[in-house]
């Protein structure tokens, strides 16, 4: 049998209402050329139940991996889908969260035709937010926008090559979301796959690491993929603001260390100093101006910035007010 | 249900029947008798729970087995084990064992009792031996911190000291607290938060930090009364590599950093992230990339300076990044 031109990779875990729009998104794509890998995370018997129901109506194209009886390993969305990379079979992979969905049938077909055509290794679509039904925001990359859109290909209407300087301005501001990410195997591969220690802001380590590792980069203009934002991740919300800032410290550290690119690097930087001053920030709102001042002066060091500067100043007041007092 | 226990023994453990069997025997042979000892089981496999049976027959009714919650739960990590046996514990104190490691005396739980209740303590540790496949490989695990540690000769002790506040930070510069021989007050382990449960590497470098932080009063027994078993067969810490390690004890200082009041601790922790930017920097230049090294040694010696950042600064100073660095540019371009 010929392998398929694209594997799409789904990581779930308790969520068979989301995960049977997704694959309906996925058996719609006017692609017919794929595998559906879809890895479940130790689901509940509720969810596996309702599998049996989901695949009745899929095609031998979708497969299920459920996690092995024995296996007490600790599970998590990188582990799930480094081991859908591993098991997938196509030149090029495409993601998707459990939860979210494309909006167009196609994805898969634009990607692989511009990728093939252009030798390129790294693709993604426009994102829009909902919440409860409605479109939040309608561009989520709208911030580099402009970067982005500056080289269109001479043969598709929407998709653009990017350097990996507008790759850099995006990452700036934006994560590069799993939703709408098509990537050729051997590119995840070199890059390193995903992060397995962490579960917290992987895909932003992975963004960098691929971004690096990219010999060429492309970007449909037009929103593909639609990220639901009213119901956040329940692993999300198990970290405090305070945990969150650290592991997004430590996901950062990790792509600084990994990326060969000086540019990435200096990014990787900025965005660890925003980290110090947003935990300097809940610092001072504890009260602990000292440790506050400790980690805003950190953060201009790691890179000098007005903000490290202000939030030193803010963490000076409260000290002298203090002394200052009977 | 028998009196309170006046200690507990919390061990956290996955997949060792053998070692754990090892040190349940110790924990047995203690000359204190009033203890519970919780062993709070992390996921093991179907063969392991089997050899539960035959370890318990050899014990009494001190011992209580924690399996995980639900019978296909996946394994939480140490740090969750370890607060679910805290939780679940009676004793107003509370002693830690790794599971692959070993008590070599009988008398560490009634010390640490009755040394902790005479001087009115909330945190004791004594010193640690190091083995490899059974031979001892360290004799004296915290000789590094020798003076600080025995600045302050308890009276009417013979091996009991008190480990007063600056000496604390002096101490941790060398060594991190070690959980092996670890007895703590429940009240401190509740009060500074128990183990970080987001961290399954270097969460004992985190909870030793802030311990010396929260404790009254800190003793130090400079008798070797527990074996760190360094053979380790198939740890967590196989599983992440030198530089992940590095990048996890970086966020594990950075935590305790945020949490911890006194100053010089903080400076201590800061000092810990200083120096795994310049292994980190180290390794970097290994891999034959000096800009790298030389970018982290910078951080390092701007978060604390030290000779060894700058050292490793100047030797990166003028070297040129190899192949890689100028292919990736090609291919920006």
């Given at each position: 049998?010929?392998?398929?031109?694209?594997?799409?990779?789904?990581?779930?875990?308790?969520?068979?209402?989301?995960?049977?729009?997704?694959?309906?998104?996925?058996?719609?794509?006017?692609?017919?050329?794929?595998?559906?890998?879809?890895?479940?995370?130790?689901?509940?018997?509720?969810?596996?139940?309702?599998?049996?129901?989901?695949?009745?109506?899929?095609?031998?194209?979708?497969?299920?991996?459920?996690?092995?009886?024995?296996?007490?390993?600790?599970?998590?969305?990188?582990?799930?889908r480094?081991?859908?990379?591993?098991?997938?079979?196509?030149?090029?992979?495409?993601?998707?969260?459990?939860?979210?969905?494309?909006?167009?049938?196609?994805?898969?077909?634009?990607?692989?035709?511009?990728?093939?055509?252009?030798?390129?290794?790294?693709?993604?679509?426009?994102?829009?937010?909902?919440?409860?039904?409605?479109?939040?925001?309608?561009?989520?990359?709208?911030?580099?926008?402009?970067?982005?859109?500056?080289?269109?290909?001479?043969?598709?209407?929407?998709?653009?090559?990017?350097?990996?300087?507008?790759?850099?301005?995006?990452?700036?501001?934006?994560?590069?979301?799993?939703?709408t990410?098509?990537?050729?195997?051997?590119?995840?591969?070199d890059?390193?796959?995903?992060?397995?220690?962490?579960?917290?802001?992987?895909?932003?380590?992975?963004?960098?690491?691929?971004?690096?590792?990219?010999?060429?980069?492309?970007?449909?203009?037009?929103?593909?993929?639609?990220?639901?934002?009213?119901?956040?991740?329940?692993?999300?919300?198990?970290?405090?603001?305070?945990?969150?800032?650290?592991?997004?410290?430590?996901?950062?550290?990790?792509?600084?260390?990994?990326?060969?690119?000086?540019?990435?690097?200096?990014?990787?930087?900025?965005?660890?100093?925003?980290?110090?001053?947003?935990?300097?920030?809940?610092?001072?709102?504890?009260?602990?101006?000292?440790?506050?001042?400790e980690?805003?002066?950190?953060?201009?060091?790691l890179?000098?910035?007005?903000?490290?500067?202000?939030?030193?100043?803010?963490?000076?007041?409260?000290?002298?007010?203090?002394?200052?007092?009977? | 249900?028998?009196?309170?226990?006046?200690?507990?023994?919390?061990?956290?453990?996955?997949?060792?029947?053998?070692?754990?069997?090892?040190?349940?025997?110790?924990?047995?042979?203690?000359?204190?008798?009033?203890?519970?000892?919780?062993v709070?089981?992390?996921?093991?496999?179907?063969?392991?729970?089997?050899?539960?049976?035959?370890?318990?027959?050899?014990?009494?009714?001190?011992f209580?087995?924690?399996?995980?919650?639900?019978?296909?739960?996946?394994?939480?990590g140490?740090?969750?084990?370890?607060n679910?046996?805290?939780?679940?514990?009676?004793?107003?104190?509370?002693?830690?064992?790794?599971?692959?490691?070993?008590?070599?005396?009988?008398?560490?739980?009634?010390?640490?009792?009755?040394?902790?209740?005479?001087?009115?303590?909330?945190?004791?540790?004594?010193?640690?031996?190091?083995?490899?496949?059974?031979?001892?490989?360290?004799?004296?695990?915290?000789?590094?911190?020798?003076?600080?540690?025995?600045?302050?000769?308890?009276?009417?002790?013979?091996?009991?000291?008190?480990?007063?506040?600056?000496?604390?930070?002096?101490?941790?510069?060398?060594?991190?607290?070690?959980?092996?021989?670890?007895?703590v007050?429940?009240?401190?382990?509740?009060?500074?938060?128990?183990?970080?449960?987001?961290?399954?590497?270097?969460?004992?470098?985190d909870?030793?930090?802030?311990?010396?932080?929260?404790?009254?009063?800190?003793?130090?027994?400079?008798?070797?009364?527990?074996?760190?078993?360094?053979?380790?067969?198939?740890?967590?810490?196989?599983?992440?590599?030198?530089?992940?390690?590095?990048?996890?004890?970086?966020?594990?200082?950075?935590?305790a950093?945020?949490?911890?009041?006194?100053?010089?601790?903080?400076?201590?922790?800061?000092?810990?992230?200083?120096?795994?930017?310049?292994?980190?920097?180290?390794?970097?230049?290994?891999?034959g990339?000096?800009?790298?090294?030389?970018?982290?040694?910078?951080?390092?010696?701007?978060?604390?300076?030290?000779?060894?950042?700058?050292?490793?600064?100047?030797?990166?100073?003028?070297?040129?990044?190899?192949?890689?660095?100028?292919?990736?540019?090609?291919?920006?371009?």
């Amino acid at each position: 049998m010929q392998p398929p031109s694209v594997s799409v990779v789904i990581a779930t875990r308790d969520r068979p209402a989301c995960l049977r729009r997704l694959l309906q998104c996925v058996r719609d794509q006017d692609l017919g050329d794929f595998e559906c890998i879809v890895l479940d995370d130790g689901s509940g018997p509720e969810a596996t139940a309702a599998y049996d129901e989901i695949f009745k109506d899929l095609d031998a194209r979708f497969q299920l991996h459920s996690k092995a009886p024995d296996d007490r390993q600790p599970g998590g969305p990188s582990r799930m889908r480094n081991k859908g990379i591993a098991l997938a079979k196509g030149t090029y992979v495409a993601f998707c969260d459990d939860d979210d969905r494309w909006v167009r049938n196609d994805h898969l077909s634009t990607a692989v035709r511009a990728m093939t055509n252009h030798g390129a290794d790294l693709y993604f679509a426009a994102m829009q937010t909902s919440a409860r039904g409605k479109v939040d925001v309608s561009d989520l990359y709208a911030p580099a926008g402009k970067a982005l859109q500056r080289d269109r290909l001479t043969d598709e209407p929407d998709v653009y090559v990017v350097s990996q300087q507008a790759m850099a301005s995006l990452l700036r501001h934006r994560t590069l979301h799993t939703d709408t990410l098509v990537a050729t195997r051997k590119l995840l591969f070199d890059a390193g796959l995903y992060w397995e220690k962490t579960s917290l802001a992987e895909d932003r380590d992975l963004s960098f690491r691929i971004v690096d590792r990219a010999a060429k980069i492309l970007f449909r203009s037009t929103v593909v993929g639609e990220l639901e934002v009213s119901h956040h991740v329940s692993l999300y919300r198990s970290y405090a603001a305070q945990e969150k800032a650290l592991f997004a410290s430590l996901a950062t550290l990790h792509s600084e260390f990994e990326v060969r690119s000086p540019r990435l690097r200096r990014l990787a930087r900025a965005i660890r100093a925003w980290d110090l001053i947003e935990l300097s920030r809940q610092l001072l709102s504890e009260g602990k101006a000292r440790h506050a001042r400790e980690f805003a002066a950190q953060s201009f060091f790691l890179r000098p910035s007005l903000g490290a500067v202000r939030m030193l100043a803010g963490t000076l007041a409260p000290l002298k007010s203090r002394s200052t007092a009977p | 249900m028998s009196t309170k226990p006046a200690v507990s023994v919390v061990i956290a453990t996955r997949d060792r029947p053998a070692s754990l069997a090892r040190l349940l025997r110790c924990v047995k042979n203690q000359d204190l008798r009033t203890i519970e000892c919780i062993v709070v089981d992390d996921g093991s496999g179907d063969e392991t729970v089997a050899a539960y049976d035959a370890i318990w027959a050899g014990l009494d009714e001190r011992f209580r087995l924690l399996l995980p919650a639900a019978p296909l739960q996946q394994a939480g990590g140490p740090s969750r084990a370890r607060n679910r046996g805290i939780n679940a514990a009676r004793g107003k104190f509370i002693a830690f064992c790794d599971d692959d490691d070993l008590w070599v005396r009988g008398d560490h739980l009634s010390v640490a009792l009755r040394s902790l209740e005479r001087h009115g303590g909330d945190l004791f540790f004594a010193n640690i031996q190091t083995s490899r496949g059974g031979r001892i490989i360290g004799a004296d695990f915290y000789g590094a911190a020798r003076k600080p540690l025995t600045r302050r000769p308890l009276a009417g002790e013979a091996d009991i000291f008190e480990v007063g506040r600056a000496d604390r930070a002096r101490a941790v510069k060398q060594m991190f607290l070690h959980c092996d021989s670890l007895v703590v007050s429940r009240a401190l382990l509740l009060g500074c938060g128990l183990f970080w449960e987001k961290l399954s590497m270097a969460e004992d470098r985190d909870l030793g930090l802030r311990l010396l932080d929260r404790a009254e009063k800190v003793l130090y027994r400079s008798t070797v009364a527990a074996e760190y078993d360094r053979t380790a067969p198939v740890g967590l810490c196989k599983a992440y590599s030198e530089d992940e390690i590095r990048q996890f004890v970086f966020l594990a200082m950075m935590h305790a950093e945020t949490q911890m009041q006194d100053g010089a601790l903080r400076s201590v922790a800061r000092g810990y992230r200083a120096w795994m930017l310049v292994e980190l920097a180290q390794s970097a230049r290994e891999a034959g990339r000096p800009d790298q090294a030389r970018e982290l040694a910078l951080q390092s010696l701007l978060l604390r300076p030290t000779a060894a950042a700058l050292r490793l600064a100047f030797r990166t100073a003028f070297a040129r990044e190899p192949a890689l660095g100028l292919q990736n540019r090609a291919q920006a371009n």
